[in-house]
């Protein structure tokens, strides 16, 4: 099982970017995907998370209606589009998996630690 993200980048204030989180050894299909990051000297939290199926997709509130989750079954990729960047969502951004995961409303620092298998992060850096 392995997870791979990408699409990180350099963007002005209120730029976009997409990530990627190309997966291998698993069928995207049965797994929920997280996405988490974490700023220097803070801990690592969840932003947004899509459930097996896709019927369930939840957001930070820090985030929410700015981010979007989504997932290619076909090309075995979750995504996340990140609009309206602010500097406060710098961060390594990461993806993670989750065997028949259902996807929780995020509070707090969300769901670390119901995610099994992790990818390396994806460095995101928003100038003001």
Do not use: M
Not at 5 to 32: E, K, M, N, P, T
Request: hydrophobic letters at 35%.
């Amino acid at each position: 099982v392995q997870l791979q993200a990408y699409g990180g980048g350099l963007v002005q204030d209120g730029g976009s970017l997409r990530l990627s989180c190309a997966v291998s050894g698993f069928i995207l299909d049965i797994y929920a995907i997280g996405w988490f990051r974490q700023a220097p000297g803070k801990e690592r939290e969840e932003v947004a998370c899509i459930s097996v199926g896709g019927v369930r997709r939840n957001y930070a509130n820090s985030v929410k209606g700015r981010f979007t989750i989504s997932k290619d079954l076909d090309k075995n990729t979750a995504y996340l589009q990140l609009n309206s960047l602010k500097p406060e969502d710098t961060a390594v951004y990461y993806c993670a998996a989750e065997r028949a995961g259902n996807c929780l409303p995020i509070t707090g620092n969300g769901s670390v630690n119901k995610y099994g298998h992790w990818g390396q992060g994806t460095q995101v850096t928003v100038s003001s």
